[in-house]
């Protein structure tokens, strides 16, 4: 056995450019990777590290390639094997965690199918066996119904539970080295404690190696023991946790640090005008017309206001958002807009009420087109309701990208050319080109690193100060609400357990027992805040423990 289980020396990735150019990537990469430790990526949209984590396995995205350096995988140049070793040791040896499940997961085929796959074709073990130890996985992961849950469709199920559905699906094999990347990034912050938790104690009882690729860095305090900060493909600084978090040697890292802590916003008050920009009255939802999903819910939204949405997964708040935009008509109550009712059901409603309530939704791999350019995904709804064509769309789509801090050349890229961040950022681009008065923002920071996040949240907060546009902030990170939202729903089941002023919300004693869970839940940038929690919490997690044991 060597001392490292991964090795990776002067590691250097290229991808192919507009007009046949190469762009480097990873440039000249060193990290080394003990037996049971465990390394945090860290570093903005596009810095590598996903990149890097795959070429653990000796893999590269479509138009990428390892054209340098040296990949040592317990022993064994990776490099020198075929196509048929290298498969052979992926799944099995070593595991991919990705960043969004939902575009990771066949449609067509149920969860216990894809979870227990690679370990009945690699035979390590038979499909009643692998059954059994996903259900046991399911368990662990604190997945609903963990008996039955694996015979659904991934639509089926929540994207929070669909990511847990893929932590099990990775760990099934009980694998040597574990690529995570961005595993809590679906999670709400309740969620969020129970799978870092146990993701933790699977490292540890395995002594299983892992690359821990995330931009929060609260959430890779947790579970890391060193931090590799990368930037532009490279190493930026590398240490240990706790000397990152607390002395920080470079400036960028320390940018990171400052960007993550964030301001809480001022508190205004805000009165609401009669009517209201946006009024959900009573609404009550269902997707199969007996159970219901909302249950009567009261909101109301002002010009310029930003009401932020909060509530663990499975609460309802995508559900809300698909009321509003009326991809699914209530089954009770109403929405209106400027007290107007707005018609039940998207196709029934005019063009202008289209444009005027847009949404960015929470996965970026499934909101575009992958067979279209990045301009003409920005430019449609430029035609579709303003009627530009030509140099005139092509001039507004330039502006919209340096909106978003992209250059006009990315307007020639395809989506499976850009990083999930970049690719989120088209998705704001495309809701802004229709000019709207008010947009749902559906987790549109989760794919984002600390610092990208921070410059989107700034031009959203420009966006509105210019032409007071309103937002209806749906989110699970709650550090980000105190910081943009001046109102705060706190959702749960399907209710509205409170609302108010976020300040309020946000300031102890909270009203609501479950409010007060939530907030407790947010991690700190700090390496022992997890265990302190769930140490304050014990009581919580007493029962999940036994199960787990039992």
Not at 444 to 452: H, K, N, P, R, Y
């Amino acid at each position: 056995m060597t001392e490292h289980l991964l090795d990776m020396q002067k590691l250097r990735i290229e991808a192919r450019g507009g007009e046949g150019g190469i762009n480097r990537i990873v440039n000249d990469v060193d990290l080394q990777l003990k037996r049971g430790e465990v390394l945090g990526l860290i570093g903005e949209s596009g810095a590598g590290k996903s990149t890097i984590g795959l070429a653990s396995m000796a893999f590269a995205r479509t138009g990428c390639k390892i054209t340098g350096g040296k990949i040592f995988f317990d022993g064994t140049d990776l490099m020198t094997l075929d196509e048929e070793q290298r498969r052979e040791m992926r799944g099995v040896r070593a595991a991919y965690i990705a960043q969004s499940a939902a575009a990771s997961f066949n449609p067509a085929k149920r969860l216990n199918d894809q979870v227990c796959e690679t370990a009945i074709r690699h035979e390590v073990m038979h499909e009643k066996d692998a059954t059994a130890r996903a259900i046991e996985l399911y368990t662990r992961l604190d997945l609903p119904s963990p008996d039955t849950i694996g015979v659904r469709y991934p639509h089926q199920v929540s994207g929070g539970q669909l990511q847990r559905v893929m932590s099990a699906m990775a760990m099934t094999c009980g694998p040597d080295l574990l690529v995570l990347d961005e595993p809590t990034t679906a999670l709400d912050v309740t969620t969020q404690i129970e799978v870092l938790a146990t993701v933790r104690d699977l490292i540890r009882n395995n002594n299983t190696s892992a690359l821990y690729i995330t931009h929060d860095l609260a959430v890779v305090a947790q579970i890391a023991d060193r931090i590799m900060v990368l930037r532009y493909g490279d190493m930026i600084e590398v240490g240990e946790t706790q000397q990152i978090l607390e002395d920080p040697r470079e400036p960028y890292t320390k940018e990171l640090i400052s960007a993550r802590k964030g301001e809480p916003k001022p508190k205004v008050d805000v009165k609401m005008p009669d009517p209201p920009l946006l009024a959900i009255k009573d609404v009550t939802a269902s997707y199969d017309g007996k159970t219901n999903v909302l249950e009567n819910i009261n909101v109301h939204i002002a010009k310029g206001e930003t009401v932020a949405v909060v509530g663990e997964s499975g609460s309802g708040k995508s559900t809300l958002a698909r009321v509003v935009t009326g991809l699914l008509p209530p089954f009770e109550g109403v929405v209106e807009y400027e007290g107007q009712a707005f018609s039940r059901a998207l196709k029934d409603r005019k063009r202008d009420e289209l444009r005027k309530v847009q949404m960015i939704y929470q996965m970026p791999d499934v909101a575009i087109n992958p067979r279209q350019t990045v301009a003409e995904i920005i430019g449609r709804p430029l035609t579709f309701y303003f009627g530009l064509t030509g140099k005139k769309r092509d001039e507004r789509v330039a502006e919209l990208l340096a909106q978003i801090d992209l250059t006009p050349e990315f307007g020639e890229r395809f989506p499976g050319q850009l990083s999930g961040g970049q690719k989120q950022r088209v998705c704001i681009a495309r809701a802004l080109a229709a000019d709207p008065e008010l947009i749902i923002c559906d987790e549109v920071t989760s794919a984002l690193d600390q610092v990208v996040a921070a410059g989107i949240l700034e031009l959203l907060e420009r966006l509105q100060k210019e032409t007071d546009i309103a937002y209806m902030f749906i989110t699970h990170d709650l550090g980000i609400v105190r910081n943009i939202a001046d109102r705060t729903v706190v959702m749960w089941k399907g209710g509205v357990v409170e609302q108010g002023p976020t300040e309020d919300i946000f300031t102890p004693p909270q009203k609501e027992d479950y409010t007060r869970k939530l907030l407790a839940s947010v991690p700190e940038m700090r390496t022992d805040w997890l265990d302190t929690v769930l140490r304050e919490r014990g009581d919580l997690f007493e029962i999940d423990a036994k199960a787990r044991t039992s």
